[in-house]
């Protein structure tokens, strides 16, 4: 699809938006190389890319500019994730500048000086004013989300940020969810004291009317198991509920929840997005129906009031995520199918080290009734998310396992490129003891699989 053609224009689109370049000395955007993209012809002839760009060039690099925005929806996503922004670039610097500034300067002239009660939240290409409205390195972050998504989005301070907008934007007097993060059932116990939002199981979804919010998080964390996304829609459609989706175990290119239904997906970036476990976000998709009816407007005016905008420094970090993101999730999405290919076929031999030390594994590759039901495939295209967990026979097991391993780190969070191991008692009282979870790095398969498994076998000599 062309993930371009909900991009807003920038130029004279309505008088309460900031002409181009007036009120401001210091462009996100070169302003004659964007001018030039918005009004200038777009090119068939890709070779017209490998055109140099100098400052005395500025027509050279309009046509580079131009090609390569025309010829974006046909590449493939890793290609897109490297050059989507690339348009925005104010100069020939090939990696992107961190810009800390939080305000920045008018125009000296008075007669460019236009008045405006407001500054409107939704002209994301538009010169800046305060960071908490616009910046450039979120601004740019989000349009390479725009491309790899296929949607609007919109980004947040952290993934809870994400979903309390959500929460805020939709307004429901009932949420149906079952299990998934800790974090957002904090986030409706807060809501159902200060508006009585009540919350029920997803089991008792046939007690759903319109307006209300289904909340489904597929995979779910820790089994890292998936729910059919097809099932939910259906059940909110005939209603009129609003199906959003925690899509944060698969990001792209996994799985695409709004392709299946959904209203509004929601990550948190902190994870895959990131990938590096070095920033904080949160992002939310936009169906285009729903940017149709004023959404996306409403979310980024919200966010404006709210404060939960991500910083500068998050959304530098971010475009550099973005650029690797196809090859860290789809080497990470290879090492979980065949570490839990693994675990489960030695959980089958009861005298093997995996079966004398392990109860159970979970994982959306395993799932068996889901594979023949035939809809998992038809969800996740891309491959399955590299989070799972395993059940040991005892809590003491479970316990002193992480300490055993090298590879793999016994830490929060997940999906960055380096393995982790969590012992889930660590995080809420309410989590089996038997249980660890693993989210899985980059690393190469079978090293992995060798310190998993002397870190078991390690047990059996100690009890031996």
């Known amino acids: 699809m062309d993930s371009w053609r909900n991009v807003p224009p920038v130029v004279g689109e309505s008088d309460g938006r900031r002409k181009w370049l007036r009120c401001t000395v210091a462009p996100f955007i070169n302003a004659e190389i964007f001018q030039a993209r918005l009004s200038a012809p777009l090119f068939d002839n890709i070779s017209t890319m490998g055109t140099n760009s100098t400052r005395g060039e500025t027509d050279k690099f309009v046509l580079t500019a131009n090609a390569l925005h025309k010829a974006l929806p046909k590449f493939h996503f890793s290609t897109q994730a490297v050059h989507a922004d690339d348009f925005v670039s104010p100069h020939r610097a090939i990696a992107p500048a961190m810009h800390p500034a939080v305000n920045y300067r008018y125009t000296r002239d008075p007669d460019q000086l236009v008045e405006m009660e407001n500054d409107d939240p939704n002209a994301p290409f538009d010169s800046h004013v305060y960071s908490r409205y616009t910046a450039p390195n979120s601004?740019?972050?989000?349009?390479?989300?725009?491309?790899?998504?296929?949607?609007?989005?919109?980004?947040?301070?952290?993934?809870?940020?994400?979903f309390n907008s959500m929460l805020i934007l939709v307004n429901p007097?009932?949420?149906f969810i079952t299990d998934g993060y800790h974090g957002v059932h904090g986030i409706i116990d807060i809501m159902h004291k200060l508006n009585g939002l009540q919350k029920l199981s997803l089991d008792d979804i046939?007690?759903?009317?319109?307006?209300?919010?289904?909340?489904?998080?597929?995979?779910?964390n820790p089994t890292g198991e998936a729910r059919n996304l097809?099932?939910?829609?259906?059940?909110a459609r005939a209603v009129g509920a609003i199906l959003t989706v925690d899509a944060t175990l698969a990001p792209p290119p996994l799985q695409d929840p709004i392709?299946?239904?959904?209203?509004?997906?929601?990550?948190?970036?902190t994870k895959y997005i990131g990938g590096h476990s070095d920033m904080l976000?949160?992002?939310?998709?936009?169906?285009?129906?729903?940017?149709?009816?004023?959404?996306?407007?409403?979310?980024?005016?919200?966010?404006?009031v709210l404060g939960n905008v991500m910083g500068s420094l998050e959304g530098w970090l971010g475009i550099r995520s973005l650029r690797t993101l196809f090859l860290r999730v789809t080497q990470q999405s290879r090492n979980v199918q065949g570490i839990v290919a693994w675990l489960h076929k030695g959980l089958e031999d009861r005298n093997s080290v995996i079966g004398r030390t392990v109860t159970k594994v979970t994982h959306s590759s395993i799932q068996k009734d889901a594979l023949d039901e035939g809809w998992l495939q038809k969800q996740m295209p891309g491959g399955h998310g590299s989070l799972f967990s395993i059940w040991l026979k005892s809590r003491e097991f479970a316990k002193r396992l992480p300490s055993k391993l090298y590879i793999f780190q016994h830490a929060a969070s997940l999906g960055g490129v380096e393995s982790l191991c969590e012992w889930r008692a660590m995080s809420s009282e309410d989590e089996d003891p038997l249980l660890l979870r693993f989210s899985l790095g980059v690393e190469d398969l079978e090293d992995l699989k060798a310190d998993l498994l002397q870190g078991l076998e390690a047990f059996l000599t100690e009890d031996s």
């Open 139 to 162: 601004n740019r972050f989000e349009i390479i989300l725009k491309t790899l998504f296929g949607y609007s989005t919109v980004s947040y301070a952290s993934g809870l940020a994400a």
């Open 173 to 175: 007097k009932k949420i």
């Open 206 to 220: 046939d007690q759903a009317g319109p307006g209300d919010m289904i909340h489904v998080e597929t995979p779910l």
């Open 230 to 235: 097809a099932f939910f829609k259906e059940k």
């Open 281 to 304: 976000c949160g992002i939310v998709v936009i169906h285009p129906d729903r940017v149709q009816e004023g959404w996306e407007k409403t979310l980024r005016e919200e966010r404006q």
């Open 259 to 269: 392709q299946l239904g959904a209203d509004l997906v929601m990550h948190s970036g």
